[in-house]
């Protein structure tokens, strides 16, 4: 689905803020902090509820302002997709309909966000890479929120008992939900890290020059299955009071010239591996959804060399998507573009 119109009120530094937008690349221009990373956020919110660039939804309100208000006309057929937020929550609406949660915003709008940030996925945080997984699967992979929903609902359920240092033979119930969620989980999952694999192979190697993989750990040790791990782990589970195995521990590691990158990349390395995972993604998900992608591209040649940049703009134009790219100045971006718009204090006007 293409964004015909984008409007901002009260968000970040915009007290008021629209664009007429391009189905294809729309480059945002102009200094550091004029807010051009914030239309990218507002478009964020719109496709998942949240910003890629904080958690809470309180940041995004302009200084002295109770809420704000986001809304994107779009196309095919024509209709208007609006958020409401701040720190009493967020109000979704399609043209007059009250949304029921971000899981139908993304399913309408679906988005995926390449950001400087976003080498934490090779030396980061497990957690980091099972978001960046759960949400390409969600686009992707037909009733992996269910599963994933389902699972994670057994586990807190479990933790809980354990907690409450309930009796071994009491878990049975919670510990059969876990493992045959679990079991699901992770064919899922693997399924979709297999399919992302190829992808990545082919954008990680274009960017970096040489080959690169993917492996995806499960979140438990050895060989057997999950049931058999979870009732290995079911004294360490007692003694802490936590479950220590299963997809909730998974990992996805990242490896360049066949070794883990987390350790050898460099971070110019780093953010090459990064953006071919991105963009792997962003196929994925393009190829899958009914709904146009709407990809969003945070200042792509910051920090990285012309030829990195020029390579980078190469394969953004592989993606079949509604691209919004942001720099600082049109001559710092290699790639084509379709409309320009410049950001300052506030302010945003179309120049092309």
């Given amino acids: 689905m293409t964004i015909e119109r984008l409007d901002a009120h009260d968000f970040r530094c915009f007290a008021s803020a629209n664009i007429e937008a391009h189905p294809e690349t729309n480059l945002i221009v102009g200094p550091n902090g004029s807010g051009k990373t914030s239309l990218l956020e507002a478009v964020s919110v719109l496709g998942s509820g949240r910003s890629f660039r904080v958690r809470d939804l309180t940041p995004l309100v302009r200084h002295g302002q109770s809420e704000f208000r986001v809304a994107a006309r779009v196309g095919d057929p024509r209709q208007i997709i609006e958020a409401r937020g701040g720190p009493g929550g967020l109000d979704l609406r399609l043209n007059t309909q009250t949304l029921r949660g971000t899981t139908e915003l993304a399913a309408l709008l679906p988005v995926q966000a390449l950001h400087p940030e976003m080498h934490g996925l090779v030396e980061g945080s497990p957690e980091g890479r099972r978001r960046f997984v759960d949400w390409g699967a969600f686009h992707v992979k037909p009733g992996y929120l269910d599963i994933w929903r389902r699972y994670h609902r057994a586990l807190r359920q479990r933790n809980a008992a354990l907690k409450a240092a309930v ?149 953004l134009g592989r993606v079949s998507a509604q691209r919004f790219v942001t720099g600082l100045a049109p001559e710092g971006y290699p790639g084509q573009f379709d409309r320009l718009f410049h950001v300052k204090q506030g302010e945003v006007r179309q120049v092309i």
């Fill in 167 to 315: 009796l071994p033979r009491n878990l049975q119930p919670w510990n059969e939900e876990l493992t045959r969620t679990g079991h699901l989980l992770d064919r899922a999952r693997r399924e979709y890290v297999d399919q992302l694999s190829t992808a990545f192979a082919d954008f990680g190697s274009a960017l970096t020059g040489g080959s690169t993989e993917l492996c995806y750990h499960r979140g438990w040790s050895g060989e057997g299955d999950f049931d058999s791990a979870l009732e290995s782990s079911a004294g360490r589970d007692q003694q802490y009071r936590t479950t220590h195995v299963g997809p909730h521990r998974a990992d996805l590691e990242i490896r360049l010239q066949s070794a883990p990158a987390r350790y050898l990349a460099s971070r110019g390395q780093q953010k090459m591996l990064a953006m071919g995972l991105g963009l792997s993604q962003a196929q994925m998900i393009a190829t899958a959804s009914p709904r146009r992608l709407v990809l969003l591209v945070d200042d792509p040649a910051a920090e990285i060399d012309g030829e990195r940049a020029q390579r980078i703009a190469a394969q």
